[in-house]
């Protein structure tokens, strides 16, 4: 439910006294309905509303990779670069949440966010925003979160690794912060020069003499390894660094600064935690009854549930009623009727039936 | 209606267990098919009838702000009839059956959603997903049949009480969303046994959560908005009122037409012991009955009018029943099963004759024809004997409560009289 304790308009407290009381009376017109309910209809953007966004344009960046601009609603409270935002899409009618770092500037005059995704082989959303998002429509959106951002003041010598869309929070950090950053250095690692996003922009300010830019093709020079990056980086030792890419480059990376003891002066942002391979069976853990389960791939997680004494709500067993349902808060089930599988990321919000749904993998239930 | 399995003529003796196992898998492919297919432009369906019906809703409240001016009062009502209508059938009944859960939207999802009724959803949701379309048309386990107040069926046992149940059905078609908070609360049931402690505490509490939401309902429609009318206060009260009578009046005979007219099945408890997909989904099919008729109809009885293909896919969206109703009927015709349908009026005046001839004891309304007067005689003693046993019943039991009462009374006063000295 939507209150008023989220707006920020009313801070004067005997108007903010006032219009609790015109809210409930407003509640009790809309009833069982909340009157946000029927301002969304006309106002969507309003600030107290849920959050949302209005997507003003989609344009491609590189040829595998697209930008979105949106205008983002009074709730919007800012972020700092680095950050990245939920979005929740309506792909095909069923509501997706994935996550991405944001690459406009916090408080631009004309109050725009971007994001750039690139394509993902066989992934939906990033299809969807290539070709079926259009100007005008209405997105879901969370604040900003993240902490992969650069500290104030920001140390003098700075190194980025980045490899394929790993660049985009720290193009944020570049296009809102180079001004106060002396000495930086950005090495960039993608399949080729034509698949650099915002390889154009980067490149002119390397040209202006901003940062220093390496760009490493792996078509022609192979994967980043960690002695290439201390040839093409003398003074490494001396560089508080940030990095995102890939699992295996952020892995590698993470293992040199082990090494050299200096982990404290590595920050990594990796996109998506590690899902296990939807499998037969597996671990299930129960957050709130603190029960963990070793499950097999045909047993409904109501049953081994119920078997193990946790107490679950539970109705027709037979995957009609809608009694049983709980939140997946992470990891994988299959549908034990259509052998679907369904997997979900912490905040996707995704609710499973328990008695028609088996672990395909490690899932963490929400009970 | 008699239970299928003691009927003369058997009408599913035909049948192999391999037919009904294919029966099974046919209707399974069916609703993989919708499943399959199911998307954007179904989620676009949903979000459209709510749309409308908000606006509707909207419009028809702000112009009975003017309900003192007679064409605004009619115009109000009606369009606030015909909201309040979509809300229950189209939008609540479907939403709280979980058949958009699979959008994902907190908004239209049967864990959130609550709807336009004096039941609160919690308790809907049991009586009706977990009970009714579980153990659909069973006799002793499907409280639907004929609500626990009537007898709907030959063999539930007759009882003098069941010749006022035309007049129950009636009077619960005029409260019936009223009669379906109290059918959702058990209410019939706590009042049978009432000495249970553990019951009682949590009927209260239950109690107190429909008290509720029929309080906000009600002060919705009876207080807020025909105070908002200013000088429109009483007809927009009025307003409110027909409208929700208009509702209660429709959903009641949408409702009683889904499983009670002639030629829908019932079935002993024993029938389901052990039943499998197949034998399910055979219950479903020939314990429900359809009504024909236009896209409208079909909108404004929540696709209730498909209540075959509803049973069978309690989750499937409902903008989908009625593509799938052909494909239902073609298999019910080829296993030479009986497609319960018809129009609206002719299903209404099916369900009321049951309800009406059944209120007699088994014969009595073929015997009544023939020879009037001697039932009627042989009703009138029957009554008689009913009613003098039910007041000495009566009798004895107000003997009984006076006497506790006195004792009672009478030890509090003694106590009193030895603590003053």
């Given at each position: 439910m ?30 069982p309905l909340d009157?946000?309910d ?12 849920d ?271 809608f009694?049983?349902v709980?939140p ?21 919000g995704?609710l ?16 | ?91 609540g009944?479907?939403v709280m059956?979980g058949?958009w859960d699979?959008m994902r939207d907190p908004k239209i999802h049967s864990k959130s959603y609550e709807w336009?009724?004096?039941?609160p959803a919690e308790?809907?949701k ?296």
């Amino acid at each position: 439910m939507t209150t008023l304790a989220q707006d920020h308009g009313a801070s004067n407290p005997g108007r903010r006294g006032l219009r609790h009381r015109v809210w409930r009376v407003a509640a009790a017109v809309t009833h069982p309905l909340d009157p946000a309910d029927y301002l969304d209809m006309f106002r969507p953007l309003r600030p107290g509303a849920d959050l949302r966004a209005r997507v003003v344009a989609v344009r491609p960046e590189t040829e595998d990779a697209v930008t979105v601009v949106l205008r983002p609603g009074g709730a919007w409270r800012s972020h700092r670069p680095g950050q990245y935002v939920r979005l929740g899409l309506d792909v095909d009618g069923v509501r997706l949440w994935r996550s991405y770092s944001l690459t406009s500037v916090p408080g631009a005059a004309d109050g725009l966010l971007t994001i750039t995704a690139k394509a993902v082989p066989d992934g939906v959303v990033s299809a969807h925003l290539a070709q079926e998002l259009r100007p005008g429509q209405l997105v879901h959106l969370d604040q900003a979160v993240g902490d992969f951002v650069l500290p104030d003041p920001a140390p003098r010598k700075v190194l980025f690794v980045t490899g394929g869309s790993g660049i985009t929070p720290v193009m944020g950090m570049l296009r809102a912060g180079l001004d106060r950053l002396v000495d930086v250095v950005l090495v960039h690692s993608d399949a080729h020069t034509g698949d650099v996003i915002f390889g154009a922009e980067l490149r002119s300010l390397a040209a202006d003499g901003r940062l220093r830019l390496v760009e490493r093709h792996t078509d022609d020079s192979g994967r980043l390894d960690m002695a290439a990056l201390s040839s093409l980086v003398p003074d490494l030792a001396e560089r508080e660094a940030w990095a995102c890419g890939p699992a295996g480059l952020l892995d590698a990376l993470e293992k040199q600064w082990a090494d050299l003891g200096r982990l404290d002066q590595l920050h990594t942002e990796r996109f998506r935690t590690a899902l296990a391979e939807p499998g037969d069976g597996g671990t299930v853990r129960f957050t709130g009854a603190g029960v963990v389960l070793e499950l097999d791939g045909s047993t409904p997680i109501l049953d081994a549930g119920e078997r193990a004494g946790v107490l679950m709500p539970s109705g027709c067993r037979m995957g009609i009623c809608f009694s049983c349902v709980l939140p997946l808060r992470e990891g994988s089930v299959r549908d034990l009727r259509s052998g679907d599988v369904t997997t979900a990321a912490p905040g996707d919000g995704v609710l499973i039936q328990t008695c028609v749904s088996a672990a395909a993998g490690a899932c963490d239930i929400d009970l | 209606m008699t239970v299928l399995q003691k009927k003369t003529h058997n009408p599913i003796a035909h049948l192999a267990p391999e037919d009904i196992e294919e029966i099974g898998r046919r209707l399974d492919a069916i609703r993989a098919d919708i499943i399959a297919s199911r998307g954007a432009s179904d989620a676009a369906y949903i979000r459209k009838v709510i749309s409308v019906q908000r606006k509707l809703e909207l419009s028809s409240r702000a112009v009975l702000l003017f309900s003192l001016f007679p064409p605004a009062w009619l115009v109000g009502t009606a369009g606030l009839s015909v909201a309040k209508i979509l809300e229950n059938m189209e939008i609540g009944h479907n939403v709280m059956h979980g058949q958009w859960d699979w959008m994902r939207d907190p908004k239209i999802h049967s864990k959130s959603y609550e709807w336009d009724h004096a039941s609160p959803a919690e308790f809907w949701k049991h009586s009706h997903n977990e009970l009714h379309h579980t153990y659909t048309n069973v006799i002793g386990r499907d409280n639907d049949l004929g609500y626990g107040i009537m007898r709907v069926n030959e063999d539930q046992r007759w009882v003098p009480a069941y010749l006022v149940q035309p007049v129950y059905n009636l009077l619960n078609a005029l409260v019936f969303e009223y009669g379906i908070a109290a059918y959702d609360l058990e209410l019939g049931k706590y009042l049978k046994r009432r000495n249970d402690r553990k019951d009682t505490a949590a009927f209260r509490r239950d109690g107190q959560k429909v008290l509720k939401k029929i309080r906000r309902q009600m002060t919705k429609d009876y207080v807020v908005h025909p105070l908002l009318s200013g000088p429109s206060f009483l007809p927009t009260l009025g307003a409110n009122a027909v409208a929700n009578l208009v509702r209660n009046l429709w959903t009641h005979s949408v409702i009683m037409c889904g499983h009670f007219p002639e030629g829908v099945e019932t079935f002993t408890r024993s029938s389901i012991e052990g039943e499998t997909r197949g034998e399910w989904y055979l219950r479903q099919m020939l314990g429900s009955a359809n009504i024909s008729g236009s896209k409208a109809l079909h909108l404004m009885t929540g696709n209730l009018s498909h209540q075959i293909e509803h049973h069978l896919f309690p989750d499937l969206p409902s903008n989908r029943y009625a593509e799938i109703a052909p494909r239902v009927r073609d298999l019910m015709d080829r296993y030479e099963l009986r497609y319960v349908t018809g129009p609206l009026h002719h299903q209404v005046a099916s369900a009321w004759k049951q309800v009406i001839t059944l209120s007699l004891p088994n014969g009595a309304w073929a015997s009544a024809k023939n020879d009037p007067v001697g039932v009627a005689g042989k009703g009138v003693a029957a009554a008689s004997r009913y009613g003098a046993s039910a007041a000495s019943r009566l009798l004895r039991s107000a003997t009984a409560t006076t006497a506790l009462a006195v004792t009672g009374v009478t030890a509090r006063w003694s106590r009193g009289q030895r603590q003053r000295r």
